[in-house]
């Protein structure tokens, strides 16, 4: 992943943890179910964003470099992670 990605991934994430934070406490302090509620899909919402910033990376990087080798067994691998990634979402 190149250095611009990554810091623009870490700073989404680290965005996220304070976020839960602030979930956390919204529950501490007893406030209404509702707003904790929306609270967490906006965190939900962020992680999203940042998986899928995190998987065009992972495109550009080490699926194009994959492609651009010509191995077909590197290609076959790097598919096939996805594919698992993937799978396990469903679970």
Do not use: W
Not at 32 to 48: E, G, P, S, W
């Amino acid at each position: 992943m190149n250095p611009k990605n990554s810091k623009m991934i870490c700073n989404a994430l680290n965005r996220v943890a304070g976020q839960v934070r602030g979930v956390s406490q919204m529950v501490e302090e007893g406030r209404y179910c509702i707003d904790i509620l929306y609270q967490i899909r906006a965190v939900k919402a962020a992680l999203a964003k940042a998986e899928t910033r995190i998987l065009k990376a992972h495109a550009e990087c080490c699926v194009e470099d994959a492609i651009q080798s010509g191995d077909a067994i590197r290609q076959r691998e790097k598919f096939n992670e996805l594919v698992e990634v993937f799978a396990q979402a469903k679970l």
